[in-house]
Every structure is written in structure tokens, then in C-alpha cells.
């Protein structure tokens, strides 16, 4: 579903009690920007108690005052995961039945048209008295290998993409130096082995 008007949020529910999988992109078609997140985007969420997963566009780099400045931009690229992996970490913390939690990253680089997915995983994970929920993102084509910044990049030494350095648990694992340059074609082929190998 595509939508500029967040009250569609609380209509959703009552149209579609059942609902199972909701996607919803907040995209300006002409101007290309996504609404921000909001937390009380929660209290609606939570109205959808048949939710397994949820895929929102919305926006976090307003807030953080952090745009992307180029193509190839690691550092801001594990920025923007980060905020993100929050951003799932408060809606599955919410959404105790939601198992997956993806957001669409609209204006990646420098193409405005330019998107990727950010998909987060809930594994349940019984200790001595609760069952924990952890939030862990599946590995994307620039995570498992560390970064040297490119010409015109970023002024930092080095972006660590390395699974063991990057927050939280990510499915995965790291690229060995024998492996294939790393693009933004072969998001959607790494995106669906991580998938197949669950």
C-alpha cells in the first residue's frame, strides 16, 4: 500500500481485520521523501493483532540530521541500519506477535530514486522465567567486510561492516577476500538466500 496520510494507519485495523503481512510505503511520489517515524505509531500498530510482517518506509535521517551525501557512503549506510535496527527493536518490543519487521530506506546515495530494505528478524529465546524477543537483521551487501573510504567519501579511516562489529546480531556471514566486489545489484539475491536460509 502506498499513502502520504498516516490516519490510514488506524483505518487498516478496521478494514482488515485479519491482516497478516502489511507493507506500507510513505512516499512522496514528486518529491521523493518518506513521512519521519513517529512513536505513537505504535498505538496503531497495535490495533493489528494479526500482524506477522510489517514493512514501513518511514524516515529516520530528518530527525538525526543526516543526510547521505554520495553513492558508497558506509559510514552513513551503518548509521542508517542503526537507527533502524532501533526502530524494529520498538515496534517488535510492542508487536509481540510481529516476526518480522522491515523498513524500506528511501534516497540512498546520490540517485533520489535510489531504495533498500533494511529486514529484521524476531527469534523468541526462552531464559530461566520469560521468553526474550530478539530483533536481528539479515546480512546486506554492504555488511561483512570493513571499508575503506572511497575518494570524495566520508573523512573517517575506516567503516567496520564486519558482522562481529556492526550493533546487535546480524544473520549472515562475513565476505572473505576471495569474494566479489560488493554492489547494490546483489541486494535482492543476498536478501533472498538470507531468507531461504532461516
Known sequence: MSS??????DLIPTLFPDLTILAIQWIDGNKRFSLPWKDRYIFSLLKDKNLVEL????????????????????????R????????????????????????????????????????????ERPNSRTIDRVVRGLRQ????????????GEKIELTMAKLEFLPGEVIGEDYSDSERELDYDSD???????LRNL
Open 4 to 9: 502520504f496520510d498516516e490516519s490510514v494507519l
Open 55 to 78: 514493512t514501513l518506509s518511514n524516515d529516520f535521517k530528518q530527525a538525526a540530521s543526516d543526510p547521505c551525501r554520495g553513492d558508497n557512503q558506509f559510514a552513513w549506510l551503518l
Open 80 to 123: 542508517s541500519y542503526t537507527r533502524r535496527l532501533e526502530g524494529a527493536r520498538l515496534v517488535c518490543q510492542s508487536l509481540t506477535w510481529l516476526r518480522q519487521c522491515n523498513w524500506l530506506q528511501v534516497c540512498v546515495g546520490a540517485n533520489p530514486t535510489t531504495t533498500m530494505l533494511h529486514p529484521f528478524n524476531v527469534e
Open 141 to 152: 551487501w554492504w555488511m561483512g567486510t570493513n571499508h575503506e573510504p572511497f575518494s570524495g
Open 188 to 194: 535482492s539475491d543476498e536478501l533472498q538466500r538470507n
